[in-house]
């Protein structure tokens, strides 16, 4: 397994945890084997590397977002070198358009649809090969997802399926529409980790975890 | 329903973790519920206290009014059927919408079968007043589950105490020797294999909600601290003085749960709550936690 990096300053990935998908990331983290915590007040930024904003409900996300004035830590954070990874409602909340909607962090130039596919019955998982993060293919899970229908010129797509991009990047940012934290697949949290410095041994459990279960999650969720 | 389809529906009901899913009679109060940070709203016709209140056959609302409320908001939505109604389900399931609650607030279509949830591809949430309640409910097909509470009073302590008896069985079961698991799962009801399975887990395999009497943002924050992952609120937003405002107040309180400071700066000049209900006041026959087994 990787090196765990506890102790270094920005080593840490942290993932925001006001509602959603956290339990499921930080499984990822620990699987990875990297420096992770849970981020819910302005203090938890001060040594991230990077920060992980989940899957959710973004208007959700986004009002918890300001009513504790988190959203201008977050950005303080991004401006001094933080990278961040929005999966499906993270993402939403990255765009600088969103259809319909005034944008909540703006920090990827790229349009975004809430909800594109329908409802819960739309929902859906196929597969696809990303060579940037992984040199077989992974599985793709679509929860309610959206579409990112359009992405400026400074914005790289990783991945594009039919008329909608899944995943792209800037120098700062991801954003994935798809969920690999109810996956088996590690390949885009090591793809993130390096994106944000960190050094991992090249395992390639790194890609896709065969001992990752359905229920890994609820290792992190337990009962009171 | 396949494998897949029944993970992805488990997995759509852990994407709402964290929030609150808010009872909504019309568009108007959608809307209100989704500006408020809600993760998800349940369109219904009457909410829970009016129910108790009116009386009679309580069912399936029309579904005109649900589909104006999925069009008006991007959150998903749910509804209700009641329990055992199928043909209610397959109505809700047609119209699209996002989950369904086999709900106890309803009045039973049928006092023996609960609905074969697994002949449908769209998810089911059930209420549960222990673990052998949530677990053959699970073995039926239900995707997510919620305490029953005492739905429509304000009052939480229904809500608690199937939280906590959910809680002990799952210790109890957790730390006894596998060779005990057979007749604590005869003696409570349970399904063996999803016995074992929380045993290892230590908690359900599926995402457990509060619901039935929250009524304040204390009372979201104390369910939270109990273990669950979320909270349904039913009459205690749009029965309340000042709904918008109380549902903000209890967002928040669900998310900072554990951060004592942020639950009062939530709880302070809301107005009134709904007006509560003792327990013991209630005829028993108007009991709705009884309802499904």
Not at chain 1, 113 to 130: M, P
Request: glycine fraction near 8%; charged fraction near 25%; charge should be negative.
């Amino acid at each position: 397994m990787s090196l765990r990096l506890v102790g270094n300053k920005h080593s840490v990935i942290g993932v925001l945890d006001l509602q959603g998908g956290v339990h499921e990331h930080l499984e990822h983290l620990e699987r990875l084997g990297v420096a992770y915590k849970r981020v819910k007040q302005a203090d938890d930024f001060t040594d991230l590397a990077g920060l992980i904003i989940p899957g959710g409900e973004s208007s959700c996300l986004s009002r918890l977002l300001n009513i504790f004035e988190i959203k201008n830590v977050l950005l303080e954070a991004h401006r001094r070198g933080m990278k961040i990874w929005g999966t499906c409602a993270g993402a939403i909340l990255l765009a600088m358009n969103v259809v319909d909607e005034a944008p909540c962090l703006g920090l990827i130039n790229i349009t975004i649809e809430r909800n594109g596919f329908g409802s819960q019955l739309d929902s859906f998982v196929s597969e696809a090969l990303i060579p940037a993060v992984s040199p077989e293919s992974i599985p793709l899970t679509f929860i309610r997802a959206p579409k990112i229908i359009d992405a400026g010129a400074d914005v790289n797509v990783l991945l594009k399926i039919d008329d909608y991009i899944a995943a792209a990047e800037n120098e700062s940012i991801l954003v994935t529409v798809f969920h690999p934290e109810l996956t088996g697949c590690l390949a885009l949290h090591r793809y993130f980790a390096l994106k944000c410095g960190l050094k991992l041994a090249d395992d390639s459990r790194n890609y896709i975890d065969p001992l990752w279960k359905i229920s890994s999650w609820t290792k992190y969720a337990g009962i009171a | 329903m396949d494998t897949k389809r029944y993970e992805l529906n488990v997995q759509l009901a852990q994407m709402l973790k964290g929030g609150v899913i808010m009872d909504v009679t019309n568009v108007d109060q959608a809307k209100i519920a989704e500006e408020a940070g809600a993760v998800a709203v349940m369109a219904l016709e009457r909410v829970p206290a009016d129910i108790r209140k009116d009386g009679g056959v309580a069912r399936m609302s029309d579904p005109s009014m649900i589909a104006a409320i999925k069009k008006s908001v991007t959150i998903p939505v749910m509804a209700k059927a009641r329990i055992g109604h199928f043909v209610e389900a397959q109505i809700l399931e047609a119209l699209r919408i996002d989950y369904i609650d086999e709900s106890e607030v309803l009045t039973p279509a049928d006092e023996e079968c609960h609905i074969d949830k697994t002949k449908f591809s769209i998810p089911f949430v059930c209420g549960a007043r222990n673990l052998g309640e949530a677990l053959r409910r699970i073995a039926e097909g239900a995707a997510m589950i919620r305490t029953k509470g005492e739905a429509g009073t304000g009052n939480v302590v229904e809500a608690v105490r199937h939280m906590r008896t959910m809680n002990r069985e799952i210790r109890q079961l957790a730390q006894m020797p596998v060779e005990e698991v057979t007749g604590f799962a005869k003696n409570n009801g349970l399904p063996y294999e999803l016995a074992l399975k929380v045993k290892e887990l230590g908690r359900l395999p599926v995402v457990n909600f509060a619901a039935g009497g929250i009524a304040t943002p204390a009372d979201a924050a104390l369910m939270m601290q109990l273990g669950c992952d979320g909270v349904f609120v039913g009459s205690g937003i749009f029965k309340s003085a000042d709904p918008a405002l109380r549902a903000r107040a209890i967002v928040k309180a669900t998310a900072y749960f554990n951060d004592p400071q942020k639950v009062l700066e939530a709880s302070m000049n809301l107005g009134e709550a709904m007006p509560g209900l003792e327990i013991s006041q209630i005829p028993p026959e108007q009991i709705l936690a009884g309802r499904g087994w």
